[in-house]
């Protein structure tokens, strides 16, 4: 009885502070969950109609308050992830900047193989049927332009993991 009376009124009531009829209704619904979950231990002295709206009264300003602390975090969250955005943007450019150099310093062969191989995606066989070699030479050329980027970025091999796991 004491819900059917005073649902519909206090959802009006919660929906003027938090200005979602949806979310007052919660608010409302939880009132009387704990209301009535507490109801062997509760002595009202005042009325009930008083009790309702104070108990919902406090209910939304606590939910006004969480909404504060849910934007402020994802306000920092936010900024956060930009700023990592950023400092991976400029390791990626980095890093691609000591690849590049690493492959300019490469013998000529080895450089063409190891771009084909890395940059255009081809597999040992195609490189070795574009360039008229065999697939056993382009292994060799591969094992020596992957020892050089190894030896050009040992400082940057954590980096390039990481940058790798990514592109997967």
Known sequence: MVFRDYYKPLVRYGTTFLKDSDEAEDVVQQVFVSMWEKR???DIHTSVRALLYKAVHNACLNRIKHRKVRMVYAEELKATQEQASQVDLVQANELDEKIQLAVANMPEQCAKIFKMSRFEQLRYQEIADQLG?????????MGKALRIIREELKDYLPLLILFLIREL
Do not use: D, G, H, P
């Open 40 to 42: 062997s231990q509760q």
């Open 133 to 141: 070699l065999s697939i056993k030479t382009i292994e060799n050329q």
